[in-house]
Protein backbone atom coordinates (compact mmCIF):
# COMPACT_ATOMS: atom_id res chain seq x y z
CA UNK A 1 0.00 0.00 0.00
CA UNK A 2 2.77 2.33 0.81
CA UNK A 3 4.03 1.75 -2.97
CA UNK A 4 3.42 4.21 -5.87
CA UNK A 5 0.15 4.72 -7.38
CA UNK A 6 -1.03 2.20 -9.85
CA UNK A 7 -0.81 -1.15 -8.83
CA UNK A 8 -2.57 -3.89 -7.17
CA UNK A 9 -2.17 -4.12 -3.04
CA UNK A 10 -3.69 -8.04 -2.13
CA UNK A 11 -3.94 -8.64 1.49
CA UNK A 12 -5.84 -11.79 3.60
CA UNK A 13 -8.38 -9.99 6.18
CA UNK A 14 -9.79 -12.57 8.78
CA UNK A 15 -6.99 -15.00 7.67
CA UNK A 16 -9.91 -16.07 5.03
CA UNK A 17 -10.29 -13.74 2.55
CA UNK A 18 -8.59 -11.50 -0.10
CA UNK A 19 -9.28 -7.74 -0.99
CA UNK A 20 -8.60 -6.09 -3.75
CA UNK A 21 -7.28 -2.57 -3.35
CA UNK A 22 -5.29 0.22 -6.18
CA UNK A 23 -2.73 1.43 -4.79
CA UNK A 24 -2.95 5.69 -5.09
CA UNK A 25 -0.84 7.65 -3.77
CA UNK A 26 2.92 8.62 -3.70
CA UNK A 27 5.78 6.36 -2.61
CA UNK A 28 5.38 5.98 0.57
CA UNK A 29 2.20 7.58 1.11
CA UNK A 30 0.07 4.65 2.04
CA UNK A 31 -2.85 5.35 0.02
CA UNK A 32 -5.22 2.82 -1.67
CA UNK A 33 -8.86 2.60 -2.75
CA UNK A 34 -10.47 -0.78 -1.82
CA UNK A 35 -12.65 -2.30 -4.64
CA UNK A 36 -15.34 -3.51 -2.50
CA UNK A 37 -17.81 -5.15 -5.49
CA UNK A 38 -18.44 -4.81 -9.20
CA UNK A 39 -21.01 -6.12 -11.64
CA UNK A 40 -19.85 -8.68 -13.95
CA UNK A 41 -20.61 -7.89 -17.89
CA UNK A 42 -18.21 -10.52 -19.06
CA UNK A 43 -16.41 -13.71 -17.94
CA UNK A 44 -19.59 -14.53 -16.19
CA UNK A 45 -19.20 -18.61 -16.70
CA UNK A 46 -15.68 -18.22 -15.23
CA UNK A 47 -16.49 -16.20 -12.21
CA UNK A 48 -19.84 -18.96 -11.57
CA UNK A 49 -16.93 -21.59 -11.74
CA UNK A 50 -14.68 -19.85 -9.54
CA UNK A 51 -17.73 -18.78 -6.77
CA UNK A 52 -19.07 -22.12 -7.61
CA UNK A 53 -22.49 -20.13 -7.53
CA UNK A 54 -25.28 -19.01 -10.50
CA UNK A 55 -26.77 -15.88 -9.04
CA UNK A 56 -24.77 -12.78 -11.04
CA UNK A 57 -25.74 -10.45 -8.38
CA UNK A 58 -24.16 -12.83 -5.46
CA UNK A 59 -20.90 -13.25 -7.80
CA UNK A 60 -19.34 -9.80 -6.77
CA UNK A 61 -21.02 -8.46 -3.81
CA UNK A 62 -17.83 -8.30 -1.48
CA UNK A 63 -14.38 -7.75 -1.61
CA UNK A 64 -13.66 -11.38 -1.04
CA UNK A 65 -16.46 -12.34 -3.53
CA UNK A 66 -14.86 -10.26 -5.97
CA UNK A 67 -11.15 -11.52 -5.65
CA UNK A 68 -12.68 -15.59 -5.70
CA UNK A 69 -14.59 -14.73 -9.11
CA UNK A 70 -11.79 -12.67 -10.50
CA UNK A 71 -9.37 -15.11 -9.58
CA UNK A 72 -7.32 -12.79 -7.46
CA UNK A 73 -5.03 -13.61 -5.06
CA UNK A 74 -1.99 -12.68 -3.01
CA UNK A 75 0.17 -13.41 -6.02
CA UNK A 76 -1.41 -10.29 -7.47
CA UNK A 77 0.11 -7.89 -4.84
CA UNK A 78 2.34 -5.88 -6.49
CA UNK A 79 1.41 -6.20 -10.44
CA UNK A 80 0.47 -2.95 -12.26
CA UNK A 81 -2.89 -2.33 -12.97
CA UNK A 82 -1.37 -0.72 -16.07
CA UNK A 83 0.15 -3.77 -18.01
CA UNK A 84 -0.13 -6.50 -15.83
CA UNK A 85 -2.00 -9.71 -15.36
CA UNK A 86 -4.78 -7.62 -13.92
CA UNK A 87 -5.36 -4.27 -15.79
CA UNK A 88 -7.81 -1.72 -15.23
CA UNK A 89 -8.39 0.95 -18.06
CA UNK A 90 -10.20 4.03 -18.99
CA UNK A 91 -13.95 4.27 -20.23
CA UNK A 92 -14.54 2.96 -23.48
CA UNK A 93 -15.89 6.45 -24.54
CA UNK A 94 -13.35 8.22 -22.53
CA UNK A 95 -15.58 10.39 -20.52
CA UNK A 96 -15.40 11.01 -17.69
CA UNK A 97 -17.24 8.86 -14.65
CA UNK A 98 -20.21 9.25 -13.04
CA UNK A 99 -18.79 9.15 -8.99
CA UNK A 100 -21.50 8.83 -6.32
CA UNK A 101 -20.56 9.55 -2.65
CA UNK A 102 -22.02 8.22 0.39
CA UNK A 103 -21.51 7.72 4.20
CA UNK A 104 -19.60 4.35 4.62
CA UNK A 105 -21.56 1.04 5.81
CA UNK A 106 -21.63 -1.76 8.20
CA UNK A 107 -18.99 0.09 10.86
CA UNK A 108 -19.38 2.57 14.06
CA UNK A 109 -16.78 4.82 14.17
CA UNK A 110 -16.64 7.29 11.60
CA UNK A 111 -19.63 6.35 10.15
CA UNK A 112 -20.57 9.26 9.15
CA UNK A 113 -17.69 10.25 6.90
CA UNK A 114 -18.58 9.90 3.26
CA UNK A 115 -16.16 7.51 1.88
CA UNK A 116 -18.07 5.27 0.06
CA UNK A 117 -17.55 5.74 -3.67
CA UNK A 118 -19.61 4.48 -6.60
CA UNK A 119 -18.84 4.53 -10.12
CA UNK A 120 -22.19 4.42 -12.08
CA UNK A 121 -23.05 3.03 -15.39
CA UNK A 122 -20.88 -0.37 -17.15
CA UNK A 123 -18.58 1.54 -20.02
CA UNK A 124 -15.42 0.40 -18.02
CA UNK A 125 -13.10 -1.66 -19.48
CA UNK A 126 -10.75 -4.33 -17.39
CA UNK A 127 -8.96 -7.38 -17.73
CA UNK A 128 -8.26 -9.70 -15.46
Given at each position: ?80 LVN ?45
Open positions: MFKRGGLAYVYLIYGVHNCFNVTSGIQGSGEAVLIRATEPLEGIELMRANRRMVKPTDLCSGPGKLCQAFGIDRRHNGISGEIQVLSRVDGSKPDVSVTKRIGITSGADLRRRFAVKGSEWVSRC
